[in-house]
């Protein structure tokens, strides 16, 4: 989670040197210099992470981490003002106690009462994953049948979906992609499989997630596969057809034959 703000008042004495103006040369008639503080949070905020980047025409030159405890240089012309900076000792006390002050209180706090409001809360919000299996063939001429699972409209991000083969996990033929936004909040992840299903072998999606208290399984069977199922209704209908043909014929051969009267002997004749 990534939350952008300016924390930038008490810096803009202390960080005046602007870029381009080294050796001398004039500061360039225009050119934008941009400031930005961001706020990463794992495990909600039992790991936080403060940067406050500076941007010299779209390009970060320097950085203060607050893993770091201090400002390091991402492009060269970065390398004095990171230099410069982290001689600061009250500066850099106060960036540390950004993460606190801003990341913690004035943003993830912030949010979280804010919104509980609202029908919805941001922050805190967990949304339960729909789990869905499709098989399909990219060769019909190749025995092997991809199996897709798909997990979507699920927050938070982090899920974790595991293909198993008869109870066991399967790791090989297994690919994953990547996490879409649905534009709601919630997000889409596909994984696939490749594999050469047998009758009888059971293939089973399981998906774990913060918003379950279990994960979901969803199973697919080779047997019980729509292809497998047109074909089965394709063979009951053609033997359907086909006694109804035989019963048709084996009716008008029984009527086209006519009865032969039996003659009497000669000798009672007479």
Request: hydrophobic share 40%; aromatic share 10%.
């Amino acid at each position: 989670m990534a939350l952008a703000g300016l924390p930038l008042v008490l810096l803009v004495g202390a960080l005046g040197r602007i870029p381009g103006s080294e050796g001398g040369k004039e500061t360039p008639a225009h050119f934008l210099y941009q400031g930005k503080g961001e706020c990463s949070f794992l495990n909600w905020t039992q790991r936080v992470r403060y940067l406050l980047r500076f941007f010299y025409n779209r390009q970060e030159f320097v950085r203060f981490d607050s893993d770091l405890g201090k400002f390091v240089a991402v492009m060269a012309f970065g390398e004095a003002d990171a230099d410069c900076w982290n001689k600061g000792e009250h500066l850099l006390q106060y960036l540390k106690a950004e993460v606190d002050r801003f990341c913690r209180r004035r943003n993830y706090e912030a949010l979280n009462f804010g919104a509980a409001k609202r029908e919805e809360r941001m922050v805190g919000r967990r949304t339960k994953p729909t789990v869905t299996i499709s098989p399909t063939k990219m060769d019909p001429a190749s025995p092997n049948t991809i199996l897709l699972c798909t997990a979507t409209g699920f927050y938070l991000l982090e899920i974790e979906i595991q293909w198993l083969k008869n109870g066991k996990l399967e790791e090989e033929g297994v690919a994953f992609g990547e996490e879409l936004q649905n534009g709601d909040w919630t997000y889409q992840l596909q994984v696939m499989l490749e594999t050469q299903p047998q009758r009888g072998d059971v293939y089973t999606c399981q998906v774990g997630h913060v918003s379950l208290e279990a994960p979901i399984t969803v199973q697919w069977e080779p047997h019980s596969s729509s292809s497998a199922k047109r074909k089965l209704w394709t063979g009951i209908m053609g033997a359907v057809i086909g006694a109804a043909f035989l019963a048709m014929g084996l009716f008008s051969h029984l009527k086209s034959k006519k009865a032969i009267p039996i003659q009497p002997p000669a000798a009672l004749m007479n």
